[in-house]
Structures are given as C-alpha cells and as structure tokens.
C-alpha cells in the first residue's frame, strides 16, 4: 500500500520554541493532506486540511497563527507549532489522500510525531 | 452536524467469542463509512470500508442506513485482534476529511 511518512517522530522541545513536523506521500502524490491531534487515551481530532498551493482551511477553535501549515509540493506538507507551550504537547498524525482514486484507501495515515514541549 | 458514536471505550471478550463492535453515526447526506485499526505502537490503518463490502481478517461490516448503523463483526475473535478501532465517515465527494469516533479498544482474552 501507500506509505506516508512523518519525520521526525518524536521531539522534545523548551517551552516558547518552534518544531516544525513534516508529512510527506512517498509514493503517491496528494493534493490534500491532513492534520490530526491526538490526546491520550482520545480519539483523532482534525486541525486543519492542507492543500497544495493554497492556504490550509483550519477546523473551528484552532489557531492558525500557532499551527502554521504549508504545503509546497504535492508530496510535503509541514505543520509548524509556533511558540510551543506544555498543553501543546500531543501526538500530531498527518494523512495523505490520493486524489487519482487509483488506490483502494481513501486516506493514508503516518506514523504520528509526539510532541513533548518541557 | 456529522458525528460518530461509538459508545463503548473498552470491549473484553475471550478467544473464539463473538466481537461486535458498536457504531453510530449521524450525517446528513449519502456518507461513506470505515473502521480503521490501530495495534499497539502502529500507525492507524484501514481496516474495511462500506462500499467495498468485503471481509478483512474475518471482519465485517454492514451499513444500516436506518439505524444509522456501521456495526463491525467478527464470529470468532482472536488475540491478535487486540487493538484500538475507530470508527469513521466521510462526504463521498471532494476532499474531505475523516470524522472519527472516539474509539473503542478491544482486549481478547486467552
């Protein structure tokens, strides 16, 4: 199957920096890819959907000034977190989908990236 | 508004039980209905889909358009079958993302 991948997969970082996490189709080109977060023991929430060459469309209560999203190719989106703070601290999922509908799932998910921000 | 139910957190059966796991969903429109799986210390992965109507490591499911039902099935659980499932829906058009449950994790006894 598709692959997608996440780098890097787990990050600890001082209170106030930035970590950029990165989300890249390996295999496949995507047009569309998305943002999740997932809190312990929760289920997936979407932040926001990243599409190629345009700006990303944020889910309600998220704030895209904190979560900077890019998507500069149709194989790379980034999700920036800006000035990271403790309850930013999540396990963040990106998921790719195929637009040419040539494969059988409809989105791919990476491996995720925990963010730990001390 | 588009919501998925799944109303049990924790399902413990023993090996060679019979496994159902719960789903509801509410969707205004024709939606398109996954479970995904999630084993321990593994990306989240498709386990089947509605509209391809097949069984996956024995798992089935069945869209219930009435009861706006997605209910996930197994005759015969095994202890691999051990994991995280998440229940999700989508719009059939466009680039729409997932909605997903909040999960129900399945333990198979020995």
């Known amino acids: 199957g598709a692959v997608v991948s996440q780098h890097p997969s787990w990050v600890i970082c001082k209170s106030g920096t930035s970590v950029k996490i990165e989300c890249r189709s390996l295999?496949?080109?995507?047009?569309?890819m998305f943002w999740y977060r997932q809190f312990p023991k929760q289920s997936l929430m979407l932040m926001a959907t990243?599409?190629?060459?345009?700006?990303?469309?944020?889910e309600q209560g998220v704030e895209k000034d904190k979560f900077l999203i890019n998507h500069a190719s149709l194989t790379l989106s980034t999700l920036t977190v800006t000035s990271a703070h403790p309850e930013d601290s999540s396990f963040y999922i990106c998921?790719?989908?195929?637009?040419?509908?040539?494969?059988?799932?409809?989105?791919?998910f990476g491996p995720g990236t925990r963010l730990l921000v001390l | 508004a588009q919501r998925v139910t799944q109303p049990e957190k924790l399902l413990s059966v023993f090996k060679g039980a019979p496994v159902e796991l719960k789903c509801n969903y509410s969707y205004s429109g024709s939606p398109e209905l996954f479970w995904y799986v999630q084993y321990s210390r593994q990306r989240l992965q498709l386990l089947l889909r509605?509209?391809s109507r097949e069984s996956i490591k024995g798992f089935t499911a069945d869209l219930n358009k009435g009861e706006t039902s997605f209910h996930l099935k197994k005759p015969f659980a095994q202890e691999e079958d051990s994991a995280m499932y998440y229940c999700a829906l989508s719009s059939y058009s466009g680039n729409t993302p997932l909605v997903f449950g909040k999960g129900t994790r399945l333990s198979v006894i020995a």
């Open positions: 509605h509209i």
């Open positions: 990243s599409n190629e060459g345009s700006k990303a469309t944020y």
């Open positions: 998921s790719a989908r195929d637009p040419s509908g040539r494969l059988q799932e409809t989105q791919y």
């Open positions: 295999d496949f080109q995507a047009t569309t």
